[in-house]
């Protein structure tokens, strides 16, 4: 009894804890990536890496429905990072993946932006990367991950004290090689370059230098 009321007490101190500049900025951070997914990624064929390009291999591979997939490797990415990175880390990604559904529900009922890009992968390819780098790297920087795949990344950070940008791109170099196997070459470098660019955008916005109070 002790113990649940302990735990309680622990997570209404973290969401006290909740700064609302914070929550704005990976509101702003969610906003901006589902903008590039949909109107970017969506259109392009360009795919990505991490938790969204295990499920799309996933199904191919197995037929595996990515509703159920993406579930459970979310679940395993948050619940690893609420031990590395406690309560307050949750509740931030909370806010960063309920924005994003919310800002994408949004923008998917917009006409699409650029859909010359379709016939540009590799210029789709650096300007998705530039909106998920940017989202992400906004959202990461506050604290909260959007998805599964940004909690890994940052639980790992943790651990190995490695710098995030190459977290993401082990983890994403291991999900494109595996995706090798469905996409053609074409998407293939063109994904690839997105991967690795988003995933240096995304170290370099985290480790931009902080304003000191």
């Known amino acids: ?16 804890e909740l700064k609302p500049a914070s929550c704005g900025l990976i509101l ?37 429905s990515p509703a159920l997939t993406g579930a459970v490797l979310n679940l395993l990415c948050y619940l ?18 309920g924005g994003f559904s919310l800002f994408y529900a949004f923008v998917e009922r917009t006409q699409p932006l650029f859909p010359a890009l379709a016939e540009h992968p590799l210029l789709a390819a650096v300007v998705g990367a530039c909106f ?17 795949d940004d909690a890994l990344a940052m639980s790992l950070s943790r651990v190995t004290r490695l710098s995030i940008r190459w977290i993401y791109l082990f983890t994403d170099l291991s999900v494109l090689s595996l995706s090798a196997v469905y996409l ?30």
């Open 1 to 16: 009894m002790k113990t649940r009321q302990h735990q309680s007490n622990s997570f209404l101190s973290s969401l006290r």
């Open 28 to 64: 702003l951070g969610s906003a901006i990536l589902a903008f590039g997914l949909y109107h970017v990624h969506s259109f392009s064929g360009v795919t990505e890496g991490g938790v969204l390009g295990l499920t799309l291999f996933l199904l191919n591979r197995f037929s595996l």
């Open 80 to 97: 690893l990072g609420w031990r590395l990175l406690g309560h307050t880390f949750i509740l931030y990604s909370a806010v960063a993946g």
């Open 132 to 148: 998920v780098g940017v989202g992400v790297g906004i959202c990461v920087r506050a604290g909260g991950a959007p998805s599964g």
């Open 184 to 213: 053609s070459p074409t998407q293939l470098g063109a994904s690839l370059l997105s991967v690795i660019l988003s995933g240096q955008i995304i170290g370099l916005i985290q480790h931009l230098p902080r304003k000191q109070t």
